[in-house]
């Protein structure tokens, strides 16, 4: 239903032209370039990643589910930069482990902790690009399962070779609590995106952008997670809307002993909407 009312609210806005020409951006470009945080292209993410589960506090394997709704809407500062304040909504489906048999017993879904990603930096198309700027995470959760109850800060930066055909990339993000409910854990986390992706023809690419973490307050044996990946992605037209289409399956060499995701399916949708800082 929720995808359905986003199509019903993007269909009627025109396709994204370029900050240079009146002509829409090519699919093939509006591909490439949504790699890029710092994209002048405006987009409404839809990711959805179905995660198993496994370790020593789970018999056999258990499954959950994280919904995000991302809006990417940069602001044109000044002549050259531009700035992201990129909110992150997520719809948590968790399992319910039993402490003593290891065995899930159902799921409990519902809102997860607000990210906000602030980024600034060149607004450029081509070459080598960065930004710098901070990330935060809000006590949220619907649930003390779904979330972590913590006020959350920390620097982020990126670094990305928008190339052709190659696009490469770093995104790092760590966050550090600093007030929130007194009786739940303190947290240091820190995540680091990676993105390698290639363009084909008729706007295809293939690729993956998975996120190695590392949790500071962890045990040893729980701190990483080092994910590797593949997927391909199709950028098609609905009516005049651009649309992006990306399927990915991650899956993680080293993850957390306890309980960690050992397999990640990804699936999004990003309808392409238009700026209004472009004519």
Do not use: C
């Not at 994209?39 to 990643?49: D, E, F, M, S």
């Not at 399992?95 to 290891?102: K, Q, R």
């Not at 070779?161 to 007194?182: C, E, I, K, Y």
């Amino acid at each position: 239903g929720f995808l359905v009312l986003l199509m019903i609210f993007t269909l009627p806005l025109a396709a994204q032209e370029s900050p240079d020409e009146s002509q829409p951006l090519s699919l093939e470009e509006i591909d490439r370039q949504l790699n890029n945080p710092l994209a002048k292209t405006w987009a409404l993410v839809l990711q959805n990643n179905t995660g198993i589960l496994d370790g020593d506090l789970v018999d056999g394997t258990a499954t959950s589910n994280v919904l995000f709704f991302q809006p990417l809407l940069p602001i044109p500062v000044g002549r050259n930069l531009v700035f992201s304040g990129r909110p992150v909504f997520p719809m948590v489906t968790a399992p319910l482990i039993d402490s003593e048999t290891g065995t899930a017993e159902g799921h409990t879904t519902g809102l997860g902790d607000l990210q906000l990603l602030t980024l600034i930096g060149p607004g450029k198309a081509d070459g080598w690009v960065w930004g710098a700027g901070a990330t935060f995470k809000f006590p949220t959760a619907s649930d003390v399962r779904l979330g972590q109850g913590k006020y959350q800060a920390g620097p982020a930066a990126m670094v990305f070779h928008m190339g052709r055909p190659w696009v490469t990339g770093l995104l790092l993000q760590h966050w550090s609590s600093f007030a929130g409910d007194d009786d739940r854990s303190t947290t240091r986390f820190t995540d680091l995106q990676y993105v390698v992706r290639y363009s084909l023809p008729k706007a295809w690419s293939i690729g993956a952008g998975p996120s190695i973490t590392y949790d500071w307050e962890a045990e040893s044996g729980d701190r990483w997670t080092v994910p590797v990946g593949l997927g391909v992605t199709k950028t098609v037209r609905v009516g005049s809307l651009p649309m992006k289409l990306r399927a990915e399956v991650h899956y993680s060499l080293i993850r957390p002993d306890s309980i960690g995701e050992k397999w990640n399916l990804r699936l999004q949708v990003t309808p392409v909407i238009k700026s209004p800082f472009i004519e």
